[in-house]
T-cell receptor, first 110, second 115 residues
Framework: RKEVEQDPGPFNVPEGATVAFNCTYSNSASQSFFWYRQDCRKEPKLLMSVYSSGNEDGRFTAQLNRASQYISLLIRDSKLSDSATYLCVVNSGNTGKLIFGQGTTLQVKP | GAVVSQHPSWVICKSGTSVKIECRSLDFQATTMFWYRQFPKQSLMLMATSNEGSKATYEQGVEKDKFLINHASLTLSTLTVTSAHPEDSSFYIC???????????FGSGTRLTVV
């Protein structure tokens, strides 16, 4: 079983749609959680950290359920520029290592 | 913000030669850096953790004699792909951890093509 699992998609949505991505992780000792965005042939860039209480940054909302070991990302009012691959990332225990999910590809269409 | 410079951004080399990739933290010190590899349509796979002043820690299945890592200073880690083969062609990305602000910053990646 992969340590971080995501549905690879692709998710094809129209502009303005709301889309949600899910992620599960297997290491219960994981301490930090993130969503990264990766554009084609580029390095990943931090989109947002994920906190237990849930957090929001503009159109993006992230949630964490430690009991279920489940992380989500909600994007509201999708823009064409949101088209990218979204990577669920987990800090593996206290080693400092970041473990990446396979990524979920989002394609927003006009 | 924290910046990590990775060089070169792309390289084409002949089979059997070695390629060195540099990763520098420009405005912070990084005792720990990470090296990842990403094949097309796959996610980033951690290859090794680079520790300043000590040996790197390699992930299972990664050959330490093939992927040589040196982290001789607090701002520079290098990855040398020795005796490269076409199957080593991939996107290599480094990441440095900012111990003060607790953040991870990625280099812009190196696209290696072995012909």
């Amino acid at each position: 079983r992969k340590e971080v699992e995501q549905d690879p998609g692709p998710f094809n949505v129209p502009e303005g749609a709301t889309v949600a991505f899910n992620c599960t992780y297997s290491n219960s000792a994981s301490q930090s959680f993130f969503w990264y965005r990766q554009d084609c042939r580029k390095e990943p860039k931090l989109l947002m950290s994920v906190y237990s209480s849930g957090n929001e940054d503009g159109r993006f909302t992230a949630q964490l359920n430690r009991a279920s070991q489940y992380i989500s990302l909600l994007i509201r009012d999708s823009k064409l520029s949101d088209s990218a691959t979204y990577l669920c990332v987990v800090n593996s225990g206290n080693t400092g290592k970041l473990i990446f999910g396979q990524g979920t590809t989002l394609q927003v269409k006009p | 913000g924290a910046v990590v410079s990775q060089h070169p951004s792309w390289v084409i080399c002949k089979s059997g030669t070695s390629v060195k990739i540099e990763c520098r933290s420009l405005d912070f010190q990084a005792t720990t850096m990470f090296w990842y590899r990403q094949f097309p349509k796959q996610s980033l796979m951690l290859m090794a953790t680079s520790n300043e002043g000590s040996k790197a820690t390699y992930e299972q299945g990664v050959e330490k004699d093939k992927f040589l890592i040196n982290h001789a200073s607090l701002t520079l880690s290098t990855l040398t792909v020795t005796s490269a083969h076409p199957e080593d062609s991939s996107f290599y990305i480094c990441s440095a951890r900012d111990e003060v602000h607790y953040g991870y910053t990625f280099g812009s990646g190196t696209r290696l093509t072995v012909v």
